[in-house]
Nanobody
C-alpha cells in the first residue's frame, strides 16, 4: 500500500498563489501516475491535474494556464503550483497516485486532503 502526505495550501486572496506538495511512500509499483483532485462543498471530487512518470500532463480546463503540476520521480513527490487563484478554486485538494493513468475505475491511493481557501 502507498501512503501520501500532503503539505502546503491554506488561505490566500484572489489572484494569489499556493504551492501544494505531496510525498508518496510504499510500493514503487503502485506509484506511476500522480496528480491532484479537488472537492468543493456539495460537489464531486474532480481531477485537477495529473502527470505520468514520463511527465505527460493533463489539466482540468478551468485551471489551464494557471496551475502547473510537476513531479520528482526520485522522491516520489508531486507538486501543484497554483497561480492566479480564484474563489472558485476553493476546495479540499487531494494528492493521488496509482499504477496507471487516472481513468474511471483506476486504482488510486489518496492523501489526507488539504483545505485551500481563496478569498474574494
Amino acid at each position: 500500500q502507498v501512503q501520501l502526505v500532503e503539505s502546503g495550501g491554506g488561505l490566500v486572496q484572489a489572484g494569489g498563489s499556493l504551492r501544494l506538495s505531496c510525498a508518496a511512500s510504499g510500493s514503487i509499483f503502485a506509484i506511476n501516475t500522480m496528480g491532484w483532485y479537488r472537492q468543493a462543498p456539495g460537489k464531486q471530487r474532480v481531477l485537477v491535474a495529473a502527470i505520468t512518470r514520463g511527465s505527460a500532463t493533463t489539466y482540468e480546463d478551468s485551471v489551464k494556464g494557471r496551475f502547473t503540476i510537476s513531479r520528482d520521480n526520485a522522491k516520489n513527490a508531486v507538486y501543484l503550483q497554483m497561480n492566479s487563484l480564484k474563489p472558485e478554486d476553493t476546495a479540499v485538494y487531494y494528492c493521488a497516485t496509482g499504477p496507471g493513468i487516472f481513468i474511471t475505475g483506476a486504482i488510486k491511493y489518496w492523501g489526507q486532503g488539504t483545505q485551500d481557501t481563496v478569498a474574494s
